[in-house]
């Protein structure tokens, strides 16, 4: 898909991604055998509806999409997807934090170097 950035996980799959709008962050997961352009296509899910106001990550799991995978049954277990999320978000949260100046308060306050609020324990990623 165009606008696509790529995680690599420490076994080497590449994990593709976007990332789109502004605001708070909220991720999307697409199900089994599908990919985000499929949920896309089949209208499965509003996903600009879900985008709307807010910093929305969609993703391409392993082996589906744009993601590159191994054909190694233990690559596609749900244990496996959930070690290739925290990374995948490290990889977002670089993207989305201001880059231009330190003056920006979630730059410097420790709570907010994960703007994931499931993952960092924080409700508001702006702290």
Not at 17 to 24: I, P, S, V
Not at 80 to 108: C, E, K, N, Y
Request: glycine content about 10%; proline content about 7%; some cysteine.
């Amino acid at each position: 898909m165009s606008g696509d950035s790529l995680y690599t996980t420490p076994d080497g799959a590449t994990i593709a991604y976007e990332l789109a709008g502004r605001g708070r962050p909220v991720g999307y997961a697409h199900g089994v055998l599908l990919s985000r352009a499929a949920v896309r296509g089949l209208e499965l899910f509003d996903i600009d509806a879900v985008a709307a106001g807010r910093r929305l990550l969609t993703y391409d799991q392993r082996g589906h999409g744009h993601s590159s995978g191994r054909a190694v049954a233990e690559d596609y277990r749900f244990e496996r997807a959930a070690t290739d999320l925290p990374g995948l978000l490290d990889a977002a949260a670089a993207i989305m934090r201001p880059q231009t100046s330190p003056a920006h308060p979630w730059v410097r306050r420790p709570c907010c170097t994960r703007p994931w609020p499931l993952l960092s324990g924080s409700a508001d990623w702006h702290c």
